[in-house]
T-cell receptor, first 111, second 116 residues
């Protein structure tokens, strides 16, 4: 049984560049979540999917952020025109009912 | 609006000491309640959970009881070990858009350091 996986684990980019992260949930989990965690804070919700439908988006998710889950399995989170304030750990979680299981995260550093 | 308040840290204890980390929340409904732990260099792991009033979640010697009257879910352990050093997050499953399976709302986290 494999857990939630995320790629890449680390990403360094220059301000203004686009980045894309991938999340592979636990097999058969129909719900998938994205969170963002900055240093010294708890994770903050960004968005979630049930199967391929994006059911909720946080106000934190500006127009530069877009997430997809085209076939109801893996998901991608894209950030366009990155800013230094986007530097954070991006966490993905999946669930079947209630309990969410987290991946190791992708740490983004925007220079 | 719905929110969670977690005891601020850091908390420093000697091995075998008693641990309490307070967590209270405000919610319009009756959320499921979770504690997650983040060990140094690792991802978030579920520590324990409770889904209805008076339920007690337990794992690895940690316990927390769902108190509806006080809207609290305090984490306790009778005798901490050095290996318990980590960051602990309270995370109620607050109602999101009327669904039961929406977002978790995390507290700010409590850093626990246990010395030998």
């Amino acid at each position: 049984d494999t857990g939630v996986s995320q790629n890449p684990r680390h990403k360094i980019t220059k301000r203004g560049q686009n980045v894309t992260f991938r999340c592979d949930p636990i097999s058969e989990h129909n719900r998938l979540y994205w969170y963002r965690q900055t240093l010294g804070q708890g994770p903050e919700f960004l968005t979630y999917f049930q199967n391929e439908a994006q059911l909720e988006k946080s106000r934190l998710l500006s127009d530069r952020f877009s997430a997809e889950r085209p076939k109801g399995s893996f998901s991608t989170l894209e950030i366009q025109r990155t800013e230094q304030g986007d530097s954070a750990m991006y966490l993905c979680a999946s669930s079947l009912k209630g309990t969410q299981y987290f991946g190791p995260g992708t740490r983004l550093l925007v220079l | 609006g719905d929110s969670v308040t977690q005891m601020e840290g850091p908390v420093t204890l000697s091995e075998e000491a008693f641990l309490t980390i307070n967590c209270t929340y405000t919610a319009t409904g009756y959320p499921s309640l979770f504690w997650y732990v983040q060990y140094p260099g690792e991802g978030l792991q579920l520590l324990l959970k409770a889904t209805k009033a008076d339920d007690k979640g337990s794992n690895k010697g940690f316990e927390a009881t769902y108190r509806k009257e006080t809207t609290s879910f305090h984490l306790e352990k009778g005798s901490v070990q050095v290996s318990d050093s980590a960051v602990y997050f309270c995370a109620p499953h607050l109602n999101a858009g009327g669904t039961s399976y929406g977002k978790l709302t995390f507290g700010q986290g409590t850093i626990l350091t246990v010395h030998p």
